[in-house]
C-alpha cells in the first residue's frame, strides 16, 4: 500500500521534470480546425496516463487524477479530436492553477460547466430540470452532465438504447429495480425493443421534469401515455386496444380529470389517471399475476380511493371495454334499449302534442268561422 503510494508519487514528478521543459516552450497547435493555443493531449499524458494517479483535496477526499489515453481517445471527443485543452481551458501548463473545489462533489458541481462552451443548448435545457432545482435547492447530488455521460470516456448515448436506464440507476436504484421487472422495462433492457419508453421518454432528457417540480406533471401523465396507447398502428402490434384511452377520456374518472386540467390544470385531482391504477414505474401486463388490475388485485387498488368497495365493486365499471353484445352486453341492451326508446318516446310525444294543438287550433279556427 505504502509501496504503491510511493510509486504513484514518484511517477508524476518524473513527468513534472521532464514536461516543464516542454512546457518552457508553448507551441501553437492547430486541434480538429480550431487554432488553439496550448498544450498538446501527450503532454498532458505524459504526467496523466499513470493509474493510481492521486492527489488530495482541502477537504481530505482524494481526488484520483489518472486519464486514460485509450479510453479518452476512444470517446466520443477523441474520436473527434477534442483536445484536453479544449475542455480544460483553464489549463495550459504545470504547476496547474488552484483546485478550484474542496471537496470530490463540489469538484464535479464546478467542473461540469466546461461542457457548456460547445453543448450550449444542452446546458441551457438543463437549467429547467428538476435536477437544477434541487441543486438550487443544496441537493449535491442532484445529476448534472459528468453524472449521467461520464467525463473521459463519452460515448454517443443511444448506443446501446438498452444502455439508457442505467444512466439513471446509479442514484435511483429502487425505481430501477421496479422498471426493470416492469412490461416496458423487461422489454427494453432484456430485448432492446425500441417501442416501450425508457425514463427519459416520459420525463424528458435535459429539461427532465417529475412531479415534485412540475405540479402538474400527475394530472398530465395520462398525455405521456397517449403517445403510444393512442397510437393505433403501434398497438395493433401488440394486440393491445387503443380504446383504453377513448374510454378513459369517457369514464367518469377520466371526464373528471380531464375538465380539471383545463380549469385548474396546477391541481392535484383525487380522480385517477392511468398510473394510479396501473402503477408508475412497475406496471406488468394486465393478466401478469402481479399486476394491480388482475382481477385478484383489483379490489386493493380501486380501495385506495374507494375504502368501503366491496367484492362486487370493480364489477361497477365497465374498465375499459366499450359495452358490447359480448362485453357487458346487459348495460349494452339496456344503453341500446334507451337509444331506441328515448327518440321513440320523445318523437311520439311530439307527434301526439304536435296533433293535439293542431286539432285545438282547427277546432278554434272552425269554432270562429
Ligand atoms: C508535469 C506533470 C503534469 C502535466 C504536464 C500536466 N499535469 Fe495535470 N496534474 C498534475 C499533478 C501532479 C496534479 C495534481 C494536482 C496538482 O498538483 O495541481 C494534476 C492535476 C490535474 C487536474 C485535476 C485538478 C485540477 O486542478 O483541476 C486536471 C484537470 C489536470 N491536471 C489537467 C491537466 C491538463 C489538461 C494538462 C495538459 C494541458 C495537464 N494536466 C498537464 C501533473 C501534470
Ligand atoms: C469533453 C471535455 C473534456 C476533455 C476532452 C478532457 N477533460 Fe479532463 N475533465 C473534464 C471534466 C468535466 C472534469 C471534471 C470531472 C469530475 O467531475 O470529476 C475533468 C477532470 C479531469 C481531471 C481530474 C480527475 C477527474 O477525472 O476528475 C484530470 C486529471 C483531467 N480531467 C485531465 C484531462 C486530460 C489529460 C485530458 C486529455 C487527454 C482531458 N482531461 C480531456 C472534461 C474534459
Ligand atoms: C471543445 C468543445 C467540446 C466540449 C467543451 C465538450 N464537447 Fe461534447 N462534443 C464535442 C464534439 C466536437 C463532439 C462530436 C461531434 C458531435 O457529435 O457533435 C461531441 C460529442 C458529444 C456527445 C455525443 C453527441 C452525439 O450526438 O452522440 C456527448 C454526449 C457530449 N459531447 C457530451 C459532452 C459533455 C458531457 C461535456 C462536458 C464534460 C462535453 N461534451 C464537452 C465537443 C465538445
Ligand atoms: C439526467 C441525465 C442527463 C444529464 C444531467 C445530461 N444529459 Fe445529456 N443526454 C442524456 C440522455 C439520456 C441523452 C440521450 C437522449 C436521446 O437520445 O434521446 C443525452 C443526450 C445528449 C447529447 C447528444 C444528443 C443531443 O441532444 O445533442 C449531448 C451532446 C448531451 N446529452 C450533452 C449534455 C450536456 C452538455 C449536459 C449538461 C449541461 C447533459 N447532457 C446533461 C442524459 C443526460
Ligand atoms: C411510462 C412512463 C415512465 C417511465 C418509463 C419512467 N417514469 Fe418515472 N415517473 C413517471 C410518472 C408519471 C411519475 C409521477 C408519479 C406520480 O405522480 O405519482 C414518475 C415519477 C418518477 C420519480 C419521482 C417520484 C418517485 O417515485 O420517486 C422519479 C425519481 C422517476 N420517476 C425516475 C424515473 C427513472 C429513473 C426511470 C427509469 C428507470 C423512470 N422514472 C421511468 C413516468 C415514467
Ligand atoms: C448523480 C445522481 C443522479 C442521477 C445520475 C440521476 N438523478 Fe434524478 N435525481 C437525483 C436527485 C438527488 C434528485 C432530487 C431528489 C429529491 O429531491 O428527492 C433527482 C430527482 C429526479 C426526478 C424528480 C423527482 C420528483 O420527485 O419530482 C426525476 C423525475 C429524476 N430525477 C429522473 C432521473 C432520470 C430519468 C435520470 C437518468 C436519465 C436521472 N434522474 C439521473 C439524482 C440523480
Ligand atoms: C414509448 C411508448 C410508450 C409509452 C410512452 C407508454 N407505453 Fe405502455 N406499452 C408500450 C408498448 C410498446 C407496450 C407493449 C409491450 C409488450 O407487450 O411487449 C406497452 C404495454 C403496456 C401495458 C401492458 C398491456 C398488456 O399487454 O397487458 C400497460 C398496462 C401499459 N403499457 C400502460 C402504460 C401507461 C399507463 C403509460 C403512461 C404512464 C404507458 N404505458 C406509456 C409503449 C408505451
Ligand atoms: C385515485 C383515486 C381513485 C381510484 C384508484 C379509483 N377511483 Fe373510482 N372514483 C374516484 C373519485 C374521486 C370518484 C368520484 C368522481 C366524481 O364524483 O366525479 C370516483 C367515482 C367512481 C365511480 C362512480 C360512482 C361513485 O361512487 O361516485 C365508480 C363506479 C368508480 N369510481 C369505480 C372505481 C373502480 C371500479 C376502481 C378500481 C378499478 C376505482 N374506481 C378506482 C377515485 C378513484
Ligand atoms: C380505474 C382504474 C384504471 C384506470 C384509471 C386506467 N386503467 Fe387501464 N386497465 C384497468 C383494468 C382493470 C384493465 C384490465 C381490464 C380491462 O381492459 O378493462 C386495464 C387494461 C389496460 C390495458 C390493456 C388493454 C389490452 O388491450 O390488453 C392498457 C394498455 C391500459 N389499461 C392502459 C391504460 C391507460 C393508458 C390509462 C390512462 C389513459 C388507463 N389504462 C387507465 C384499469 C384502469
Known amino acids: 500500500m505504502e509501496e504503491s503510494l510511493k510509486q504513484s508519487r514518484i511517477i508524476p514528478i518524473l513527468g513534472i521534470i521532464i514536461t516543464t521543459i516542454v512546457l518552457m516552450t508553448p507551441l501553437d497547435i492547430t486541434l480538429a480546425g480550431e487554432e488553439v493555443p496550448g498544450v498538446a493531449d501527450e503532454t498532458c499524458l505524459s504526467c496523466h496516463d499513470f493509474p493510481g494517479m492521486r492527489t488530495t483535496l482541502a477537504s481530505g477526499e482524494v481526488l484520483y487524477t489518472a486519464v486514460d489515453s485509450v479510453t479518452h481517445a476512444t470517446s466520443v471527443h477523441g ?50 430540470s428538476t435536477h437544477q432545482k434541487s441543486l438550487a435547492e443544496g441537493n449535491k447530488e442532484a445529476a448534472v452532465c459528468t453524472d449521467c455521460h461520464g467525463v473521459h470516456n463519452i460515448q454517443e448515448p443511444e448506443t446501446p438504447r438498452s444502455n439508457k436506464p442505467k444512466m439513471c440507476a446509479r442514484c435511483h436504484s429502487a425505481i430501477f429495480t421496479a422498471y426493470e421487472s416492469s412490461v416496458h422495462g423487461a422489454d427494453l433492457i432484456g430485448e432492446g425493443n425500441p417501442d416501450v419508453p425508457t425514463c427519459t421518454d416520459c420525463h424528458g432528457v435535459h429539461n427532465l421534469q417529475g412531479p415534485s417540480t412540475a405540479e402538474s406533471f ?30 378513459y377520456i369517457a369514464d367518469f374518472h377520466g371526464t373528471t380529470v380531464v375538465l380539471f386540467e383545463k380549469i385548474a390544470p396546477d391541481q392535484e385531482t383525487n380522480k385517477p389517471v392511468c398510473i394510479d391504477c396501473h402503477g408508475v414505474h412497475d406496471m406488468r401486463q394486465v393478466d401478469d399475476p402481479e399486476s394491480y388490475v388482475m382481477k385478484k388485485n383489483l379490489l386493493g387498488t380501486c380501495k385506495k380511493c374507494h375504502p368501503d368497495a366491496t367484492v362486487n365493486f370493480p364489477t361497477s365499471w365497465l374498465g375499459h371495454y366499450k359495452p358490447s353484445p359480448t362485453e357487458a352486453p346487459l348495460v349494452y341492451f339496456v344503453d341500446l334499449f334507451y337509444k331506441i326508446i328515448t327518440p321513440v318516446t320523445i318523437g311520439g310525444m311530439v307527434v301526439f302534442i304536435g296533433a293535439d294543438v293542431a286539432q285545438k287550433v282547427s277546432k278554434k279556427r272552425g269554432g270562429r268561422k
Do not use: W
Not at 471537496?103 to 429547467?128: G, I, P, Q
Open 79 to 128: 474520436r473527434a479530436g477534442t483536445a484536453c485543452v479544449q475542455c480544460h481551458t483553464d489549463i495550459d501548463g504545470y504547476p496547474h492553477r488552484e483546485i478550484p473545489a474542496a471537496t470530490r462533489r463540489e469538484y464535479t458541481l464546478v467542473m461540469y460547466k466546461l461542457c457548456e462552451r460547445c453543448h450550449h443548448s444542452n446546458y441551457e435545457a438543463t437549467m429547467d
Open 218 to 247: 400527475h394530472l398530465f401523465s395520462p398525455e405521456i401515455c397517449a403517445e403510444c396507447h393512442a397510437d393505433k398502428e403501434l398497438m395493433e402490434r401488440y394486440g393491445i386496444s387503443t380504446q383504453v384511452f377513448d374510454t
